[in-house]
């Protein structure tokens, strides 16, 4: 499960286990949630509500600050900043802190041993430009909250480009064997390829612009794609640019203006770890004192997207009895 620009992630968590408490469940984070302040915002949000027969992937010093009542089941060699990650079970309703870990190899880790407790749902809360959550969660959903701008407007625009980035193709068959590549590859459009001898764009682009030719089909990018090339990318929009291929939606790096402005161009993008979105939550109410009419915010969302819409605010409300 992923979010975008702090919309109140750990409000759309507990709409989903509510919505799920019926389902085997089982909950862990990419880092740290479910803290009183959020980390960006400084302002109150909301804790993470667990239910008994629960399962709970958490950090050991995020046990002193959490209200449920936990019984470890499976200890792991996984270590955070918080201390080892255990698998606990919830005997008792409350709130919890999870604390997960943060690396690729450590949540798959995490995840396979959930799997081997229960067969249901397993939660995974992270924000999404944690390139983590791109390899490990195998549907996402987005997260969109009125605390991104007192402007409908602008909070819309957003919402439709974080989203189309979220649905970003996969690479065509063609192009499977840059799974293995290392370094930024070109493809030219009888099959050849010039790899460069670098990873990142960032140590010399100007390198990077000078091979792309007339015949270049492709660029790959192993690394992320930050605001600085997407800019000379758009200043070279009326030459020949070539399909972007990146590893994943995450490794796009661009917000504002820019993004709304690299999706405008022709050449497609594509990657090779793409996602699967499965919906929309939002919250229409800021912490911040102001919030957006319920159903304008569900109708403007709706024209820019076909996914399920739901308010979080509504569907995580808990009677807690």
């Not at 992923?2 to 919505?19: D, E, I, P």
């Not at 870990?101 to 949540?107: C, D, E, G, L």
């Not at 549907?139 to 009125?146: I, N």
């Not at 499965?278 to 109708?299: C, K, L, Q």
Request: proline share 7%; hydrophobic share 40%.
């Amino acid at each position: 499960m992923g979010n975008a620009k702090n919309a109140g992630k750990t409000t759309v968590l507990n709409a989903v286990l509510r919505l799920n408490r019926q389902r085997p469940l089982a909950v862990t984070s990419i880092g740290l949630d479910g803290e009183e302040l959020d980390n960006v915002t400084a302002l109150p949000k909301p804790r993470i509500f667990v239910s008994p027969g629960m399962f709970v992937a958490t950090a050991a010093d995020c046990l002193k600050a959490s209200k449920a009542r936990l019984e470890l089941v499976r200890s792991t060699a996984v270590m955070t900043p918080l201390g080892p990650v255990g698998i606990y079970r919830v005997t008792e309703a409350g709130e919890c802190l999870v604390g997960g870990p943060s690396t690729v190899t450590a949540m798959n880790a995490i995840v396979a041993e959930l799997k081997l407790l229960q067969d249901g749902l397993i939660l995974v809360d992270g924000a999404f430009s944690r390139k983590a959550l791109t390899q490990t969660a195998e549907a996402c959903l987005f997260a969109v909250g009125a605390v991104r701008s007192r402007d409908i407007d602008e909070v819309i625009r957003d919402a439709e480009t974080s989203i189309r980035q979220f649905q970003l193709p996969g690479i065509p068959s063609r192009w499977e064997d840059l799974r293995e590549a290392k370094t930024i590859t070109l493809i030219e459009r009888d099959g050849g390829r010039e790899i460069l001898p670098f990873d990142s764009t960032l140590p010399d682009p100007d390198a990077v612009f000078s091979a792309i030719r007339e015949t270049t089909e492709a660029l790959y990018l192993p690394g992320s794609l930050g605001p600085q090339f997407a800019k000379e990318w758009i200043r070279r929009r009326k030459g020949h640019l070539p399909a972007l291929i990146l590893q994943s939606p995450a490794h796009l790096v661009l917000s504002g203006a820019i993004a709304e402005q690299f999706f405008r161009l022709s050449s497609p993008i594509y990657v090779l770890r793409p996602l699967r979105l499965i919906g929309v939550a939002y919250n229409p109410v800021s912490p911040t004192g102001y919030a957006f009419d319920d159903e304008v915010f569900r109708t403007r969302l709706k024209t820019v997207t076909d996914l399920p819409v739901f308010n979080v605010m509504k569907e995580s409300e808990e009677s807690h009895e």
